[in-house]
């Protein structure tokens, strides 16, 4: 039995990759403002990518955006085999103002794939 998208039947699905939806008409568009602002974030810090301030920029797009849907996001973001952004070592304190009750709690920066200074 296998689990049909819009775009594509998968046979075993991943939990993450369903709430983050990048795959149907309405999903690809919030997939789209992810990488974004994830390349604005990259641009504005030398590579390197605050998960908070990705939220924060889409948040502002959209006050309404899924935040569970963007936390999602990141898995397919850093995944092996075509994602954009490699994990770090580097610790990043949480924002509580964009993660409620978070605040307290530290994450790490991703840092865009292949970056030499601004150019993809």
């Not at 309405?26 to 974004?36: K, N, T, V």
């Not at 092996?80 to 990043?92: C, E, F, Q």
Request: with cysteine; proline share 4%; glycine share 8%.
């Amino acid at each position: 039995m296998s689990t049909t998208l819009a775009t594509h039947p998968v046979e075993e699905p991943d939990l993450l990759a369903l709430i983050a939806d990048e795959l149907t008409p309405l999903g690809i568009d919030l997939a789209d403002a992810f990488r974004d602002a994830c390349w604005a974030e990259a641009l504005a810090n030398n590579g390197l990518i605050h998960p908070c301030r990705v939220t924060a920029r889409l948040v502002e797009r959209d006050p309404a955006v899924n935040k569970q849907r963007i936390s999602a996001m990141w898995s397919t973001a850093a995944k092996r085999d075509g994602g954009y952004l490699d994990n770090t070592d580097v610790s990043a304190q949480i924002d509580g103002t964009v993660s409620k009750g978070n605040g307290n709690k530290s994450t790490t920066y991703r840092l865009w794939r292949g970056w030499v200074g601004g150019a993809e």
